[in-house]
């Protein structure tokens, strides 16, 4: 059993600094990659950034130059630092891996989501 548990949402002024975290723990081989994705009310889910265990990265361009993905590999951990906030940043920001596990195969999971609010 794999869970993703996220934290650090939260309300900020535009322009402020949020960090999320996400860990993930269970029977876990190896994660490949780990992201963000992000949905809006009324909007669909949508990608924010993505980092290989190699420390590849992806961004979207929304928030390229603003947010920057980072992860432990040891801790099976990915954080997401996210600057000069906008109110078109708020959303819920979900955790995303793509497991491996020591026994079963590889799989997707999720989690359970932090809400991000950026007041104008």
């Known amino acids: 059993q794999v869970q993703l548990v996220e934290s650090g949402g939260g309300l900020v002024q535009a322009g402020g600094s949020l960090r999320l975290s996400c860990a993930a723990s269970?029977?876990?081989?190896?994660?490949?990659?780990m992201g963000w994705y992000r949905q809006a009310p009324g909007k669909q889910r949508e990608l924010v950034a993505t980092i290989t265990s190699g420390g590849s990265t992806n961004y979207s361009n929304s928030v390229k130059g603003r947010f920057t993905i980072s992860r432990d590999n040891a801790k099976n951990t990915v954080y997401l630092q996210m600057n000069s906030l906008k109110p078109e940043d708020t959303a819920v920001y979900y955790c995303?891996?793509?497991?491996?596990?020591?026994?079963?195969?590889?799989?997707?999971?999720w989690g359970q989501g932090t809400q991000v609010t950026v007041s104008s």
């Open positions: 269970g029977s876990i081989l190896s994660i490949n990659p």
């Open positions: 995303n891996a793509e497991v491996l596990p020591y026994r079963g195969t590889r799989g997707t999971y």
